[in-house]
């Protein structure tokens, strides 16, 4: 099968975070996106349960200049003051050019 | 095996101690206590996430339905001065509440406002504990006093909230190399706050009960009046657990945090109590107005703090709401604001 | 503040408009617009997904329980009449609306067929709201609705699905350039309408409730009647935020659907209530069978719709039924039927 | 349509046959065969996982606070002669089923002890029936009966893990190439046993129930006694549902394991019956007591046994559970050990 | 510790699928699958609550070759039809023989 | 953006050994992790539903040696005897310095 590498950006932030990250992607440039609930503890506090919720985890298949352009947003609203953390990697996508 | 009454109707002229037991020996506080035990001793029992919504989902409909049954048998009357002092209330409790944090507690503007905003709002399990209370002792509270709870869970939230963001403002100008974020616009916070989950079951839920009546009211009330105090108490269970999971956090918290949960609700818990008689309110009110005065939210106010002012540590603020206050208004501070509001009343 | 009476007796010869105010101002109604109004002013407000699953399950058990308890009650002879009408209507009805969709709305043969079953099969809560309704008004419905309830939920679907698929390999022939995809075997789909969830839970409680009589209903009564309403109440809050949901593509479904989704109704709603007279059903059987007919299914139709007809638009369909037809039903369709039926029946 | 009393009063003097029909045509059995049914028709029928994790709290907590408002009510030496039988039993089961099992069956070690614990310990839905059904034949068991529960639910599993550890290490020292794991501290596993979920709420509800007494068990009664069976029977749909998934796995099982599943708990009922009877039980006592020694725990055992011999296949102690003596004693084991139990205590 | 590179065919899909899919990834060859909740959105509308449901996020460790199989069939059977979205990374597996 | 290389390890197994491998992890020195609810089916049993539980999918940003700690104690610990599966690909971590 043809396939198109594309850039898979996953971001595990507080779920408080959903909607403004999902209209941040979405306004970037990105054509879509997966969320799952998730647990998780990083150098802040443990994430469970119902208060202050727990997290989520954010995946989105870009190209690698709205990965880039996502990832300064990221590092510049959200590092310093909220529970988050952010990955790429390179993945193949079939019918990959839907997704640039 | 001793036996105490509990929630069951009591003489009015009980003693202090009690009223105390009475209000220990519930399946509520005990419940509470369970939770709190199995987290003490590492159970790996927790209730469903799922579990905690729907409950809190029913407690807040079922209070405003309720509400709502019962305000239309009342007046528009009857209620502006109680309306009024209630609004009073949520415009002072946030700034004592941040002036105390701030001056003598010295804690930075963000977690002063931060704290502020939880105590200037209100905590409706403290609010339905109060009333399950007064009307144990034989002192039912007025029927309209779920709206008062709504006009009360907003305001102290968002002049909190508005505190810090001018102290903070303030001070960035004063040192001007910070990270130069941008506020998050005041449109944004009032939206989130007025559609609130909270906001949405309490005010709506009063609405239909007022539209729809007695009539309209009894098909509903096996589930929203019936099965009310039981799914509390399996609801406080889950409260219970949650503060077990914040006792470590307490000796992070500090002796003045610990102190400042205890004293602030009795202080604003008086203040209530002696505003709720001035408009005329019965014993029953006026404990339940002290009540909600004293209480801290950990419904509303800790996501709109954590969203508006990241800065705070949460640590702090969950653990002198949940840890702190709330079981100190339900153990004791509730039977207090009673023997205070009956002093205020006679 | 005015009050009116909802759902409780009500002398049967009551004026129209009493009737739709009746309806307006139950909890169930109110509820439904509350989810609504909570959507339009984009609220956080929502159910957890289990909740809406946990409800609906104990909504079809107890809907088939309780049905089959009165069904033990029931001869033979009294069903056979209904159950003939009722199979008919779901013959019918899924045919109507075929025609009107593909003829006079131009709808592809996908969109038309997948609407179709949707009309075609019936929706639980709008039966259960005609059930509320006809007994509040003092026309209680036979015993054994619930049993036509499960005869009519099926066959719509299968016939819609069935002229859908004809119809699109018949245009495949004339023009052989698709995609040439397989269509799922009839077995799998006939398998999965009659193993659905809704058939397990309908059937199953139905056969339950008669075998075990009154005897086996009563310990469990309080919770599989004592609760009805009242968590009906709370599914219609989550039914009017997922209307709520659908009102943004109202603009795109057009103005053709919007009056298909009223008028539609009524046609069906009228021969369901002809037909129940002529099988010799009361009013209130008649109003309870015209709202079946009228109503449009959005539980099991919706999956089966986009597992056997993908290319069939979900924004017709679900908008349609959802946010057009089941909200018409609730607020006047049922009241309409119930004049209508009383014209029948005298 | 014939109907029969199900769970209702019954005259004690009824015989075998008509207790068995009692027994089939409840809500609850046929709950369950519903479940099963849906699983053998490869229904999508199935209940959130959420759903049943707040039942299985809701039943154990309300089990526990019931029984403590009765034990409010019970003396210190009613109870001490019922304990220790009971402590008896869940001394004695775990050991017959091991040796059964491992010298009859030929099962490996592992297995012998996996299956081992689920048997020395208890079934809480099979104890709820097993009253349920003394209650419907008027031949209730002793208030103190959840406290019974709560006694048997540890000891034997305890004891079937700490046999397979002992028989484990005993024959790799004699073989000793295995991949010399560590086996898990003995702290470990009591401190999970004890802190276990069915623990907390049982014995939370205990404490809490006594503490309360009636008064205070007044206002949570309509939740957590008027909706006991309603829930259930909706608990127990889910319980055929695993059931119903195990039904595959029968042939895996083997014959031996069938036989095991339905001789061994007629065995340990018969020894229940006998020590209760001694300890001065009623017939109902003794049936209920019968059947917790005669059931086979799914709850408490099944991560036990996985985390701590991870060798035990689960599909042999999880099929002969839930599979086999869950629905043997359901439809027939309680009704003979209430026959037993008769000749016993006459 | 010895790994073994093989193909992780991610699929993101509407979740009536679920059964459907499960039935493909095993009929393909694949060893085993992991699934996920998931909600969404792409080109078709966002997917969440009940009301035809959410996503499925389906994972499967596979070789290369039915990794191939398997992005086929997808793109045949659903791609068009189906709101669906797949893609492959490839990662070392331990005692990745056992899934080949 | 600056990014920094590092592994992600992701273990898939029986939802009770959740607070095990929790504590295997941070043992292990890893910062952080998140786990995601999931059900699956390998060469054991499928896993879905409440008795014996679903599986927990978790993962953890760590340094390649971090990772190799926890394969290996991974594949003695729980191998043999439990369901259990895990794998490593290499992501591209903002402020990446901050996990290992
Ligand atoms: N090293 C890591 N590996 C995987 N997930 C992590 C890691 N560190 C943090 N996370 C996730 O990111 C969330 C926020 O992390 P933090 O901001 O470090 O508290 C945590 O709750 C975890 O779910
Ligand atoms: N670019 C993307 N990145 C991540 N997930 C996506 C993307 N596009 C689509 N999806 C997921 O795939 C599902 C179906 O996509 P679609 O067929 O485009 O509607 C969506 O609901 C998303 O969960
Ligand atoms: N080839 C695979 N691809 C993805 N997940 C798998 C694979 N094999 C096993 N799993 C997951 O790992 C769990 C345990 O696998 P096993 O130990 O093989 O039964 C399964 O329940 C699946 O969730
Ligand atoms: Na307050
Ligand atoms: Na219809
Ligand atoms: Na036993």
Redesign the pocket.
């Known amino acids: 099968m043809k396939t198109v590498p594309l850039c898979l950006l996953t971001i ?3 779920a408080i975070l959903k909607e403004r990250l999902i209209a941040d992607v979405r306004s970037a440039g990105a054509k879509g996106y997966t969320v799952t609930e ?10 469970v349960g119902e208060i202050l919720g ?2 989520i ?1 954010l995946e989105t298949i870009v190209s690698p200049e709205v990965a880039d352009r996502l990832l300064k947003l990221i590092s510049v609203e959200y ?1 310093e003051r ?4 952010a990955y790429l990697s390179t993945v193949s996508v079939i019918r990959g050019e839907k997704y640039v | 095996m001793f036996r105490v009454l509990s929630f069951a109707k009591y003489p009015t002229g009980v003693c202090m101690l009690d009223v105390l037991r009475i209000n220990l020996c519930s399946p509520l506080t005990l419940s509470f206590a369970l939770g709190v035990f199995a987290r003490l001793v590492r159970s790996e029992l927790s209730l469903p996430r799922d579990l905690y919504t729907a409950l809190s989902i029913y407690l807040l409909f079922a209070l405003g339905l309720k509400g709502g049954v019962e305000l239309s048998h009342s007046s528009l009357a009857a209620i502006s001065g109680p309306a009024l002092v209630t609004i009073l209330l949520g415009c002072l409790t946030p700034v004592s509440a941040y002036l105390v944090l701030r001056k003598m507690g010295r804690f930075s503007i963000a977690d002063s406002a931060g704290i502020a905003a939880h105590y200037g709002s209100v905590s409706a399990v403290t609010f339905i504990a109060a009333q399950q209370f007064t009307a144990s002792v034989g002192a039912p509270a007025e029927g309209f006093m779920p709206t008062l709870l709504t006009l009360l869970e907003i305001p102290g939230i968002q002049i909190a909230l508005a505190i810090g963001a001018f102290q903070m403002s303030a001070a960035a100008k004063a040192n001007p190399d910070g990270t130069g974020q941008v506020a998050r616009p005041v449109r944004e916070i009032m939206h989130e706050l007025l559609t609130s989950r909270s906001m949405m079951l309490l005010v709506g839920g009063l609405i239909i009960g007022t539209a729809v009546g007695e009539s309209g009211w009894k098909p509903v009330q096996p589930v929203f009046e019936g099965l009310f105090k039981g799914l509390l108490t399996i609801f406080l269970l889950e409260m219970g657990l949650a503060a077990g999971n914040r006792l470590g956090d307490l000796k992070q918290a500090g002796l003045f945090l610990l102190g400042f949960g205890i004293l602030m609700p009795i202080v604003h818990g008086t203040v209530g109590a002696y505003l709720g008689s001035l408009a005329g309110l019965s014993v029953g009110g006026c404990t339940v107005l002290a009540a909600m005065a004293a209480s801290a939210s950990y419904i509303a106010a800790p996501p709109a703090v954590r969203m508006t002012l990241p800065e705070a540590n949460p640590t702090f603020y969950l653990t002198a709401a949940l840890a702190i206050t709330f079981p100190f208004n339900l153990i004791a501070g509730i039977p207090i604001y009673y023997e205070i509001s009956k002093r205020f009343c006679s």
Not at chain 1, 82 to 85: G, N, P, R
């Open positions: 595990v932030a507080e998730a647990e998780g503890e990083g150098i802040r506090q443990r994430r727990s997290n985890r590092f909220y529970a988050v953390i």
